[in-house]
């Protein structure tokens, strides 16, 4: 099993795939698996590092505070442990506030940006409605078994029409989310390092090339957070997906990783190993 050490814990990662290295950072109590539906059309294309943030998967689950910067650093550490000097980079949601403080503290080591639903945080963000936020606290603080945590979250995860539609999608994702579960305290201290993270006022430093993706229907992370990152980072490039949820990796799957594919195939690395 595939394990680094980073921070005094060990982070589990794979690779899969041939090509210029990307990076692929996953969400608030996800981890690598939630990939797993993206990574055959991916892998035709790059080099894709998959791992599973603290407190998640088969990585360390620590319960002490967590922050976006440290497991920034980590993701750099996974880029260290599989000798890559510079890659894309692609987060969603708290994934994205890890790829934008990776960005931010280590330009040099990425080639191309992707954020997907997430947000630049802080007082500037704009926040999701009451629900929302009541599901999120009694996600972290009510205990449940991991199956009815999962399905409570659905509701803020998929639009309506993707839940009225496509249930069979959506429990292939509660599955892969039940695999390996996360830990009632990794979800709090994940939650609480999103909560404590602000990038508004850095963003307009980040000049390496970023694709901005957001689902328009998306009640988690409310789309007009995704148009203010793409109006604070220099020449980034927004595609707002209609009609999709939060979880637009599931809703929108195949358009999705085209754009992607397709995006990052613009930015070509120059060097990729380190020597």
Same mark, same amino acid.
């Given at each position: 099993m595939p394990l680094t050490n980073a921070n005094g814990i060990e982070l589990y990662y794979e690779v899969h795939g041939e090509g210029e290295p990307l990076l692929m950072i996953m969400g608030l109590a996800h981890n690598s698996l939630s990939w797993k539906n993206s990574l055959p059309a991916l892998t035709k294309h790059f080099k894709v590092i998959i791992f599973d943030n603290r407190g998640t998967g088969r990585?360390?689950? &620590?319960?002490? =505070?967590?922050?976006?910067?440290?497991?920034a650093e980590e993701a750099k550490d996974v880029l260290d442990a599989v000798h !890559?000097?510079?890659?894309?980079?692609?987060?969603?949601?708290?994934?994205?506030?890890?790829?934008?403080?990776?960005? @931010?503290?280590?330009?040099?080591? $990425?080639k191309s940006l992707v954020l997907g639903c997430t947000s630049p945080g802080g007082i500037n963000q704009v926040q999701?409605?009451?629900?929302? $936020?009541?599901?999120?606290?009694?996600?972290?603080s009510?205990?449940?078994?991991? @199956?009815e945590t999962a399905w409570g979250f659905v509701p803020i995860l998929f639009s309506n029409y993707f839940i009225e539609n496509h249930r069979d999608s959506i429990v292939e994702h509660i599955e892969t989310m039940i695999e390996i579960p996360t830990p009632a305290h990794g979800f709090m201290q994940q939650f609480q390092a999103c909560l404590a993270h602000d990038t508004?006022?850095?963003?307009?430093? $980040?000049?390496? &090339?970023?694709? !901005? $993706?957001?689902?328009d229907a998306d009640r988690l992370i409310p789309v007009e957070n995704g148009r203010i990152l793409a109006e604070k980072i220099k020449d980034s490039?927004?595609?707002?997906? =209609?009609?999709?949820?939060?979880?637009? !990796?599931?809703?929108?799957q195949k358009a999705v990783d085209d754009k992607v594919i397709d995006y990052i195939k613009k930015h070509p690395i120059e060097q990729q190993i380190l020597s």
């Open positions: 990585s360390s689950k &620590p319960d002490t =505070p967590y922050s976006i910067d440290v497991m !890559v000097d510079k890659a894309h980079v692609y987060g969603i949601s708290m994934g994205g506030m890890i790829a934008q403080r990776l960005a @931010l503290k280590y330009p040099n080591r $990425i999701p409605d009451t629900e929302v $936020i009541m599901t999120l606290l009694s996600g972290a009510i205990p449940t078994t991991p @199956l508004y006022e850095e963003l307009d430093k $980040i000049t390496i &090339p970023a694709l !901005v $993706i957001h689902g490039e927004l595609f707002i997906v =209609p009609g999709v949820g939060h979880l637009y !990796v599931t809703e929108a």
